[in-house]
């Protein structure tokens, strides 16, 4: 990253929701329970101004006006330091295994409150979502992310900074199987069991920075500090990360 980002990105990957569906709300509250001082009491509206929320719980509990899911919520900072929640169901269509997902999106301010509370808001957002995946990554790099999915007019597919091409989410064969790598990294019991993690012998550095969720998943930390692809060590760091685990984007041999 050339510049320093504005805002760290979480997206989580979850079975579809159902008809009186109860993840949403645990979501809403279990971000605020994670983020200290936090309070989603508030949405934008189409004008780009903050809307009060009265009856927070009882908006999301109706979901969203195209469909289920959490419509957004924030809280009343300002833009340059607000929290938001969203999510939304993915069709089949573009969904690994042919199976639609939940998948929740929240963005927290780059400062030392937001660095020091992403990895428990990742935590309690897996587990109330009960998410199959999902990691916290700066802003920025998701378009290094998008570089590495290889296409199929993509020849030959050169991913910048030596990463390794990974495959479109609709290709990999079950929703388990995480699609790529953060910084922060959710993985459901079913995800770390589709990646063989964690092998004592070959993951003592990993579980250094690891640590279990109250459901049984993980949240794996590559770096120390955000991940800074400019920086030589952290950009080592994830390449090793993903030599590791080729299950991860689907590269390994089937």
Request: aromatic content about 8%.
């Amino acid at each position: 990253m050339t510049a320093t980002p504005e805002s760290l990105s979480l997206i989580a990957y979850a079975p579809a929701t159902t008809r009186g569906d109860s993840r949403p709300l645990a979501i809403v509250h279990g971000m605020e329970r994670a983020f200290p001082g936090l309070r989603l009491e508030w949405t934008i509206s189409n004008a780009g101004l903050l809307v009060p929320l009265p009856q927070r719980d009882e908006w999301v509990a109706q979901g969203r006006k195209d469909g289920p899911g959490i419509p957004l919520v924030c809280d009343g900072g300002s833009a340059s330091s607000r929290v938001t929640l969203s999510g939304w169901a993915r069709p089949a269509g573009s969904s690994p295994g042919n199976l639609g997902l939940f998948e929740v999106h929240a963005d927290m301010p780059w400062s030392a409150t937001g660095i020091a509370a992403a990895a428990a808001v990742l935590e309690d957002i897996g587990d109330s979502a009960r998410a199959f995946w999902g990691h916290v990554n700066p802003e920025g790099l998701a378009e290094t992310v998008a570089d590495q999915f290889r296409h199929p007019e993509d020849e030959p597919h050169l991913p910048p900074k030596g990463l390794p091409s990974l495959k479109l989410p609709w290709e990999l064969r079950a929703p388990e199987i995480p699609g790529y790598l953060g910084w922060l990294n959710y993985w459901s019991t079913a995800a770390a069991r589709a990646i063989a993690f964690p092998d004592p012998s070959r993951d003592a550095d990993l579980l250094s920075r690891a640590r279990r969720t109250a459901t049984g998943g993980w949240i794996v930390q590559l770096t120390e500090e955000p991940l800074d692809l400019d920086n030589p060590t952290h950009l080592d760091t994830l390449k090793r990360a993903y030599e590791r685990f080729p299950e991860i984007g689907g590269r390994a041999a089937s």
